[in-house]
């Protein structure tokens, strides 16, 4: 049974098992490529300046007032989104005090994004790969649904353009901002 509130995670949710989907991402360089933010820009990840990158990357977030769809609690992982953005909205100082600069990304149009944005008052910016080219170049997990292709829940650790660290799957959701913190404060950055 599912629940209207993307705030509250249904009890029983399938969990999501390691398919060696992101095996290979650890020492590869991100694409040079801009991708579109929520601010307007064109954010390419080779120059932000932070000493990591938390790039969280989630299926795609419900719109108010618009049931959450009839299947959509049967793929695991699929169920988390809006709370994990909160999570990593409410992680988001001590994330910067560890010296990380996070962003999300999503299939979803950056239109789309920024009402998300304004909605949940994040300090940080979204990422769109709507035309897939970011997901594609590394090979990111996806899944489809409802004509859809969106990316499986996942966290990349970058630093100077390198993945240093993947997390994925990711359970719960809701939970994993904490998750990445912990690891980011007992973790040295490697260069």
């Known amino acids: ?3 209207n509130d993307r705030f509250d995670l249904p009890p029983n949710l399938p969990v999501p098992v390691d398919d060696g989907a ?7 360089e991100v694409p040079r490529a801009g991708l579109p933010s929520t601010g307007n820009l064109q954010v ?15 299926p795609r977030t419900g719109t108010p007032g618009v049931p959450v769809p009839k299947d959509w609690d049967l793929i695991p992982g699929a169920r988390g989104c809006t709370p994990e953005t909160c999570a990593f909205r409410d992680q988001h100082t001590q994330l910067r005090s560890l010296g990380a600069e996070t962003f999300g990304l999503s299939t979803q149009t950056t239109a789309y994004q920024q009402e998300l944005v304004q909605r949940l008052q994040l300090p940080f910016e979204i990422l769109s790969d709507a035309d897939l080219r970011f997901t594609a170049a590394l090979r990111l997990p996806t899944f489809e649904f409802n004509r859809m292709t969106l990316i499986k829940r996942l966290t ?10 993947v997390f994925y799957p990711i359970f719960p959701p ?3 901002a904490a998750e990445v913190v912990r ?8 260069s």
């Open 174 to 176: 809701d939970k994993h």
């Open 22 to 28: 992101c095996d290979h991402l650890v020492g590869m």
């Open 156 to 165: 990349l650790i970058i630093e100077q353009g390198r993945i240093t660290k």
């Open 44 to 58: 390419c990840l080779h120059d932000i300046s932070a000493k990591r990158i938390v790039l969280y990357g989630y």
């Open 1 to 3: 049974m599912s629940t």
């Open 183 to 190: 690891w980011l404060s007992i973790t040295p950055p490697s």
